[in-house]
């Protein structure tokens, strides 16, 4: 599904977002290495392990994940455990993951069982009903600092990560995607975010821009109106543009704002981040981009 409502982040580019590692504890034998006081094994047992969210529990009362929903994203839904945090000043962490409809990201820190999730960051794209509620309320309980646990059943993992006023979330151990990354040359990346900083806009409906680096040197694609063509050079995380030639069609106000945006963008050098199938630019005044491998869904 597209999205044209307009975003605002807390964090500058949250394309390819993946959580720190937080902890839990681990029934059975693996609760813990000998000598470490368990810290070992209840770190490593949430750990780059993709949890789906299950439920959330406010004030006693459980809701599920909406799957019936059609315009979710439930195959989407997931949060991954990975250790790092982000440049200071910056909201949001390396953290991430969705529950179907915005990215999220935070910064997680790991005492034992005790996991402390701070500077929290997502999207803020209208959502279904249902959906914006479920997020709304998983966010809710997704920062301040909570108890992990890990129990395991039938060869599944269940985490539970609790506050002290009792509210909760419920994830599940889900299976691991192992597709491949895209090439950053040869792949069509369609751009679905603007962003300004520590701000990001959706752009808006109707208009569509991607591109296309070569292997040659040369970018190609469409700003969202006008057709462009122009050289490219990737070396050392940084993409160096030069000039653009564009065709000459005119455009209604909102696809020209989107074109003059990129033009901006898409000249002289900018660093670039690739990661689950997303790539960000940025150039040195903080404009940037986030982009999907692959077309625009109709």
Same mark, same amino acid.
């Given at each position: +599904?597209?999205r044209?409502t307009?975003a605002?982040?807390?964090?500058?580019?949250?394309t390819g +977002?993946?959580?720190l590692?937080?902890?839990?504890t681990?029934?059975?034998? @693996?609760?813990?290495?000998?000598g470490?006081?368990g810290?070992?094994?209840?770190?490593?047992?949430i750990?780059? =392990?993709r949890w789906?969210?299950?439920?959330v529990?406010?004030d006693?009362?459980?809701?599920?994940?909406p799957?019936d929903v059609?315009?979710f994203?439930v195959d *989407?839904?997931?949060i991954v455990?990975?250790?790092g945090t982000? *440049?200071?000043?910056m909201g949001?962490g390396?953290?991430?993951?969705?529950?179907g409809?915005?990215g999220?990201?935070?910064d997680?820190?790991? @005492?034992g069982d005790?996991?402390?999730? $701070?500077?929290?960051?997502?999207t803020?794209?209208?959502?279904?009903g249902?959906?914006?509620?479920?997020?709304e309320?998983?966010?809710?309980?997704f920062?301040g $600092?909570? *108890?992990?646990?890990v129990q395991?059943?039938?060869?599944?993992?269940?985490?539970?990560?609790t506050r002290? @006023?009792?509210d909760?979330?419920?994830?599940?151990?889900?299976?691991?995607?192992?597709e491949?990354?895209p090439?950053?040359?040869? $792949? *069509?990346w369609t751009?679905?975010?603007l962003?300004q900083?520590k $701000?990001?806009?959706?752009l808006p409906?109707?208009?569509?821009?991607?591109f296309t680096?070569?292997e040659?040197g =040369?970018?190609?694609g469409s700003?969202?109106?006008?057709?462009?063509?122009?050289?490219?050079?990737?070396?050392?995380?940084?993409?160096?543009f030069?000039?653009?030639?564009?065709?000459?069609?005119l455009c209604?106000?909102?696809?020209?704002?989107?074109?003059?945006? +990129?033009?901006?963008?898409l000249?002289?050098k900018?660093s670039?981040q690739q990661k @689950?199938?997303?790539?960000?630019?940025?150039?040195?005044?903080?404009q940037?981009?986030?982009?999907?491998?692959g077309?625009?869904?109709?």
């Amino acid at each position: +599904m597209k999205r044209t409502t307009h975003a605002k982040y807390t964090a500058a580019a949250l394309t390819g +977002m993946a959580l720190l590692a937080a902890c839990g504890t681990e029934s059975g034998s @693996d609760s813990g290495a000998v000598g470490d006081g368990g810290k070992t094994k209840k770190d490593a047992a949430i750990a780059d =392990t993709r949890w789906v969210p299950q439920r959330v529990t406010v004030d006693g009362r459980e809701y599920a994940l909406p799957t019936d929903v059609k315009e979710f994203r439930v195959d *989407e839904a997931h949060i991954v455990f990975k250790p790092g945090t982000t *440049e200071p000043g910056m909201g949001g962490g390396r953290s991430g993951g969705t529950v179907g409809c915005n990215g999220f990201g935070a910064d997680v820190t790991v @005492d034992g069982d005790t996991v402390r999730i $701070t500077d929290l960051g997502s999207t803020a794209m209208g959502c279904p009903g249902p959906v914006q509620k479920f997020e709304e309320r998983f966010l809710s309980v997704f920062t301040g $600092t909570l *108890e992990a646990d890990v129990q395991g059943r039938d060869g599944t993992r269940t985490l539970t990560l609790t506050r002290g @006023d009792g509210d909760s979330i419920t994830l599940k151990e889900g299976p691991v995607k192992n597709e491949p990354e895209p090439a950053l040359t040869g $792949t *069509e990346w369609t751009v679905d975010t603007l962003t300004q900083g520590k $701000t990001a806009e959706s752009l808006p409906k109707g208009v569509e821009v991607h591109f296309t680096l070569a292997e040659d040197g =040369t970018v190609s694609g469409s700003l969202g109106c006008n057709k462009f063509r122009g050289e490219a050079t990737v070396k050392d995380g940084v993409i160096d543009f030069g000039r653009l030639s564009t065709t000459r069609m005119l455009c209604e106000g909102p696809a020209m704002k989107t074109e003059r945006a +990129m033009i901006d963008i898409l000249s002289g050098k900018v660093s670039y981040q690739q990661k @689950d199938r997303t790539l960000t630019l940025t150039n040195p005044p903080g404009q940037g981009l986030i982009a999907k491998a692959g077309a625009a869904e109709k």
